[in-house]
């Protein structure tokens, strides 16, 4: 299948790379960035803009950082809606706005070609090793011919509902995602103030009730002092004001939510919107003037 593939960065580059492995050809925008050089060759061709890419692709894959990004690879000068017509179908990858996601659709679907919203959550070693959560939103008969693409890329995928659900489904993961950091944080900031070996917490508590993947791999982070972005702070602090935004046309209370945020804004205060989000313990360090890695 001919794929455009605009937006390769952290997560996109080895979500690329298994779509290439897969044997299928990729087209890749230079608008913003020269594409990766590794991704270039018989089945990876460069073009320069969306608009180029979607004209070649049957199928045109965005996976950028926010809202505004995808509405300027799509509708903005030589966007990529400029060479869509029937048959076509855009998969959305990122993270952005449930609510701007069903403006999205209508637009594309002006055009003629098909839409999926199809976020994404296992963070940068689920990209590598092609085991993505893909929540997707969309007709089901675009979601079944797309679906060999998914299972490329990830394991648990899941057609949700209609056009925008996937986002919302993603903008529950990420608060599930950040309240779960911020209890591991605190209990390893507590444990450790206390005196215990953090390192051995940890290891204790992974066999009990409280073991989960944040602890498994974020608490090793924690304690190792490991920061380098898997999933950066940012980009998290984006998806909870999305959460946050939306609970307020909701009329629904996220206290929980909200705290997890004010500590990420405390890390982004101390240098660290570039950090890991498992970077959220250092926020607690700070208020707890207490390192749990004795730095």
Not at 27 to 45: M, Q, R, T, V
Not at 143 to 167: E, R, S
Not at 230 to 246: C, E, P, T, V, Y
Request: proline residues 4%; hydrophobic residues 45%; negative net charge.
């Amino acid at each position: 299948m001919k794929i455009g593939f605009i937006g390769t960065g952290i997560m996109g580059k080895p979500m690329a790379q298994n779509l290439q492995k897969a044997g299928h050809t990729l087209y890749f925008s230079e608008h913003y960035n020269k594409a990766p050089e590794e991704l270039l060759g018989d089945n990876g061709i460069a073009l320069a803009n969306p608009k180029a890419v979607a004209e070649a692709a049957d199928v045109i894959i965005t996976m950028v950082p926010n809202t505004p990004q995808v509405e300027a690879v799509l509708f903005g000068e030589n966007g990529a809606a400029l060479g869509l017509s029937a048959g076509k179908v855009v998969v959305d990858m990122s993270s952005i706005s449930p609510i701007a996601t069903k403006e999205i659709a209508k637009r594309v679907n002006e055009t003629g070609a098909d839409f999926l919203d199809a976020p994404v959550s296992g963070g940068e070693v689920g990209a590598i090793n092609a085991t993505l959560t893909i929540m997707v939103g969309g007709e089901q008969a675009v979601f079944d011919k797309i679906k060999p693409l998914f299972d490329i890329m990830g394991k648990n995928i899941t057609l949700v509902g209609g056009n925008g659900d996937g986002q919302t489904t993603k903008v529950a993961n990420q608060i599930i995602v950040a309240l779960n950091i911020e209890a591991v944080a605190e209990a390893l900031v507590f444990a450790s103030k206390a005196g215990a070996d953090p390192a051995k917490v940890r290891e204790a508590l992974m066999g009990g009730f409280a073991s989960s993947k944040i602890l498994e791999v974020h608490g090793e982070r924690m304690v190792k002092g490991t920061f380098d972005p898997g999933f950066r702070i940012a980009l998290h602090q984006k998806d909870l004001n999305l959460a946050l935004s939306g609970a307020r046309e909701l009329g629904v209370s996220l206290p929980n939510t909200a705290g997890a945020q004010e500590l990420f804004n405390t890390c982004n205060a101390l240098g660290g919107a570039g950090w890991d989000h498992s970077g959220m313990v250092k926020a607690l360090e700070h208020l707890a003037n207490h390192n749990i890695r004795g730095e």
